[in-house]
T-cell receptor, first 112, second 116 residues
Framework: DTAVSQTPKYLVTQMGNDKSIKCEQNLGHDTMYWYKQDSKKFLKIMFSYNNKELIINETVPNRFSPKSPDKAHLNLHINSLELGDSAVYFC???????????FGPGTRLTVL | AQSVTQPDIHITVSEGASLELRCNYSYGATPYLFWYVQSPGQGLQLLLKYFSGDTLVQGIKGFEAEFKRSQSSFNLRKPSVHWSDAAEYFCAVGVLYGGSQGNLIFGKGTKLSVKP
């Protein structure tokens, strides 16, 4: 069974559209994260949720809105997509802050 | 500010040769340190981690890393590289906020190529 899964794996869309990426973890973890990996492979935290509550919100445009319907899911909704949003988005989860983070396979978003 | 530096952007080694990937961190408290590997088109897989205790940690696939507090380093090593080790390697430090939450700060990665 996949520990952290993301859908879709690839997402190609036009500028201005709204899209969502879904993430699910079956590890029973309390904390989930979204990271963005840019074209130079640099990984940066976007959001962190603990027990469905937003804990960390880095300097991310408010076009990005995470939603956590329950502890096992953390979805990322993006409004009014821009060219600069093209990247690979990784979801991750951990039991606690000092525990290992387990990453999903990533979603490659391409904005045309 | 917390940061992680991986000085080598790209390293090429011959198959069977030894490997050392460098990582330096900047963090005011006791660090939690990680090495992840990313194969092309794949997600990140944990190789090893340091939380406390023995400063030499063993990981999967024959990798090890040594934490040196005096040098703020956490270098990754492997005695004999295999062609399947070609990938991108990321060092990360776990950063705490308010003692109960945190996230990872990553270095910019080192791409490893392996020559036959």
């Amino acid at each position: 069974d996949t520990a952290v899964s993301q859908t879709p794996k690839y997402l190609v869309t036009q500028m201005g559209n709204d899209k969502s990426i879904k993430c699910e973890q079956n590890l029973g973890h309390d904390t989930m994260y979204w990271y963005k990996q840019d074209s130079k492979k640099f990984l940066k935290i976007m959001f962190s949720y603990n027990n469905k509550e937003l804990i960390i919100n880095e300097t991310v445009p408010n076009r990005f809105s995470p939603k956590s319907p329950d502890k096992a899911h953390l979805n990322l909704h993006i409004n009014s997509l821009e060219l600069g949003d093209s990247a690979v988005y990784f979801c991750a989860s951990s039991q606690g802050v000092s525990d290992t983070q387990y990453f999903g396979p990533g979603t490659r978003l391409t904005v045309l | 500010a917390q940061s992680v530096t991986q000085p080598d952007i790209h390293i090429t080694v011959s198959e069977g040769a030894s490997l050392e990937l460098r990582c330096n961190y900047s963090y005011g408290a006791t660090p939690y340190l990680f090495w992840y590997v990313q194969s092309p088109g794949q997600g990140l897989q944990l190789l090893l981690k340091y939380f406390s205790g023995d400063t030499l940690v063993q990981g999967i696939k024959g990798f090890e890393a040594e934490f040196k507090r005096s040098q703020s380093s956490f270098n990754l090593r492997k005695p004999s590289v295999h062609w399947s080790d070609a990938a991108e390697y990321f060092c990360a430090v776990g950063v705490l906020y308010g003692g109960s939450q945190g996230n990872l700060i990553f270095g910019k990665g080192t791409k490893l190529s392996v020559k036959p």
